[in-house]
């Protein structure tokens, strides 16, 4: 993963919980379009450099 790669790794962990939060209280759980491509950025092995075969975060 690219080291710019790695303080977007804390964003996407809170968007992903408050979806989740959103979700379990039965709130909205839109997320705007420009955070859910920044979020699956992170999220596709394309994103990861020399990042396992199977697309892994981590080991």
Do not use: Y
């Not at 964003?11 to 709130?27: E, K, P």
């Not at 450099?49 to 981590?58: M, Q, S, V």
Request: one cysteine or more; charged letters at 15%; hydrophobic letters at 50%.
């Amino acid at each position: 993963m690219p080291a710019g790669n790695f303080i977007l790794v804390p964003m996407l962990d809170m968007v992903i919980h408050l979806w989740d939060l959103a979700s379990a209280i039965g709130q909205d759980k839109t997320i705007d379009a420009p955070l859910a491509e920044i979020c699956l950025g992170i999220l596709t092995p394309e994103a990861i450099e020399g990042g396992p075969a199977d697309g892994r975060l981590w080991s």
